[in-house]
């Protein structure tokens, strides 16, 4: 049986001994700040990644070279959100900090680089620097959330490496704007599928599924 067992709608003495009502205060404000981060980028990376496509990519078929090609593919992520609510607890939040991890590096030369660009709206260039740093926020908090829902467990599963640099530092303008196009569709992608895994997560933890 799963370490985290669910008690007529609280949580089992296992997981907040004696019934512990500050533990559960705390995780439930745990999750609630971690699902308002993770909609809040994908909000902004959807918002980011238009605004991108609006002033960059029309009628250049960039979408064509960004199907399949994010870094992070080789995570076996549930393909929808039926088979996401077939997912261990466990492994969804395992899922979830490899892709907030995984997003670290390209984050911080995403902002680096659109600083660099001539002419991109200043609308891009907040977005990317709000995002970088509300995944990392959202980073801090699952790992405390893993550690009070998982007591004990370390957490310790590789992450997809990102290696897209130079061609986000190319001189040849189209390849550098489909390379931006690539990485702002994978961040949105990326980004839907945390947040509906952690709603998932914190409808099944804290609510027992009764939302």
Same mark, same amino acid.
């Given at each position: 049986?799963?370490?985290?067992?669910?008690?007529?709608?609280?949580?089992?003495?296992?997981?907040?001994?004696?019934?512990?009502?500050?533990?559960?205060?705390? &995780?439930?404000?745990?999750?609630? @700040?971690?699902?308002?981060?993770?909609?809040?980028?994908?909000?902004?990376?959807?918002?980011?990644?238009?605004?991108?496509?609006?002033?960059?990519?029309?009628?250049?078929?960039?979408?064509?070279?960004?199907?399949?090609?994010?870094?992070?593919?080789?995570?076996?992520?549930?393909?929808?959100?039926?088979?996401?609510?077939?997912?261990?607890?466990?492994? &969804?939040?395992?899922?979830?900090?490899?892709? &907030? @991890?995984? =997003?670290?590096?390209?984050?911080?030369?995403?902002?680096?680089?659109?600083?660099?660009?001539?002419?991109?709206? *200043? $609308? /891009?260039?907040?977005?990317?620097?709000?995002?970088?740093?509300?995944?990392? +926020?959202?980073?801090?908090?699952?790992?405390?959330?893993?550690?009070?829902?998982?007591?004990? $467990?370390?957490?310790?599963?590789?992450?997809?490496? =990102?290696?897209?640099?130079?061609?986000?530092?190319?001189? *040849?303008?189209?390849?550098?704007?489909?390379?931006?196009?690539?990485?702002?569709?994978?961040? @949105? +992608?990326?980004?839907?599928?945390? *947040?509906?895994?952690?709603?998932?997560?914190?409808? +099944? /933890?804290?609510?027992?599924?009764?939302?």
């Amino acid at each position: 049986m799963s370490n985290l067992l669910l008690c007529q709608g609280n949580f089992c003495t296992f997981l907040c001994p004696h019934g512990d009502d500050l533990c559960l205060n705390s &995780l439930k404000d745990l999750f609630n @700040r971690a699902t308002n981060l993770s909609q809040d980028i994908y909000n902004l990376s959807s918002k980011m990644f238009k605004e991108f496509d609006k002033r960059y990519a029309q009628g250049k078929g960039y979408i064509t070279m960004a199907l399949n090609s994010c870094h992070t593919s080789s995570l076996p992520t549930p393909e929808d959100k039926e088979q996401a609510q077939q997912t261990h607890h466990e492994v &969804l939040m395992s899922l979830i900090l490899g892709l &907030l @991890r995984s =997003w670290n590096d390209p984050l911080y030369h995403l902002v680096t680089e659109v600083r660099g660009m001539k002419g991109v709206p *200043d $609308a /891009i260039l907040s977005r990317a620097i709000e995002i970088e740093e509300e995944n990392k +926020r959202l980073l801090e908090g699952m790992e405390m959330i893993f550690g009070q829902v998982i007591p004990g $467990a370390k957490e310790t599963e590789p992450y997809p490496v =990102w290696s897209g640099l130079p061609s986000l530092q190319t001189k *040849d303008e189209e390849a550098r704007h489909s390379a931006f196009y690539n990485l702002l569709h994978c961040l @949105r +992608r990326d980004s839907s599928k945390i *947040d509906t895994y952690l709603k998932l997560l914190n409808c +099944r /933890i804290i609510y027992n599924n009764n939302c």
